[in-house]
């Protein structure tokens, strides 16, 4: 079966009609970014907020929206609207290399791996080194119902049976397998969600070959384009 070809770049102001659909079929209403939000992330950042859409329809597949962070932030109570509001930049913050996944949206598997072979030779070009994101922990719930003396400590570091360091949790499973294999903190009262008890485990995830930064900074874009496939293999 041949895969389709995905047509992915950076986001620009006219492509907020086709992100709120996305919003909309994801996320729940308290949950989905509105027009003035993501208008504000791509205004923002707009070499950090990059979607992938299908060629024939227009339709977006997938979104990624990321913006310049101080790790510091995360070890201490924090909330995910503290680290996404454009509002309130950070000072100094892109003097850390480090990037703050704002969201991720995506009806696609494929669309999901596309953004983030485009994304990851322009972030070696641009000198970004990881990326820290949020993550629910949708089986926590569940599990606390099943044996209430568990914490969430011990639900967020549990593991498969029989499937090496894969995490429990089918979320932090998600993001272990695109390469966020570092808990960072836990945080309690993160974001609205109620299977997630409302906790958000914050994950890192390290860019490929993201040493020797001078190196890749004077290196040509197309260069670094062809070691996309293998830096996303890196990264799983």
């Known amino acids: ?17 086709a992100l709120l ?3 909309q079929s994801k996320w729940e209403p308290h949950q989905a970014a509105d027009r003035g939000s993501l208008l504000q992330r791509i205004r923002t950042y707009p070499t950090l907020c990059i979607g992938a859409f299908c060629p024939h329809s227009g339709a977006a597949l997938a979104s990624l929206f990321l913006r310049p ?8 109570p924090t909330q995910w609207q503290d680290s996404a509001n454009m509002a309130a930049p950070f000072s100094d913050a892109t003097r850390h290399r480090s990037l703050f996944g704002i969201s991720l949206s995506s009806n696609d598997a494929n669309a999901v791996a596309e953004i983030f072979r485009f994304f990851y030779p322009r972030a070696l070009k641009a000198g970004w080194k990881d990326i820290y994101l ?8 569940k599990a ?3 044996s209430p003396e568990l914490s969430v400590w011990q639900y967020a570091h549990a593991k498969r049976k029989f499937h090496g360091k894969e995490p429990l949790d089918p979320q932090l499973r998600y993001y272990f397998r695109k390469g966020f294999r570092q808990i960072v903190s ?3 009262n993160y974001f609205p969600h109620e299977e997630s008890l409302d906790y958000g485990v914050i994950l890192r995830g390290i860019i490929p070959l993201s040493q020797p930064r001078r190196l890749w900074r004077i ?5 670094l384009e062809s070691f996309a496939a293998m830096m996303f293999g890196l990264a799983r």
């Open 1 to 17: 079966m041949t895969m389709r070809k995905l047509l992915t770049r950076h986001l620009t102001p006219e492509d907020v009609p």
């Open 21 to 23: 659909a996305l919003e």
């Open 69 to 76: 962070i101080d790790p510091a932030v995360f070890t201490a």
């Open 134 to 141: 949020g993550s629910p922990i949708p089986g926590f719930r």
């Open 144 to 146: 606390r119902t099943l």
């Open 186 to 188: 836990i945080q309690k």
């Open 219 to 223: 290196t040509p874009l197309f260069v």
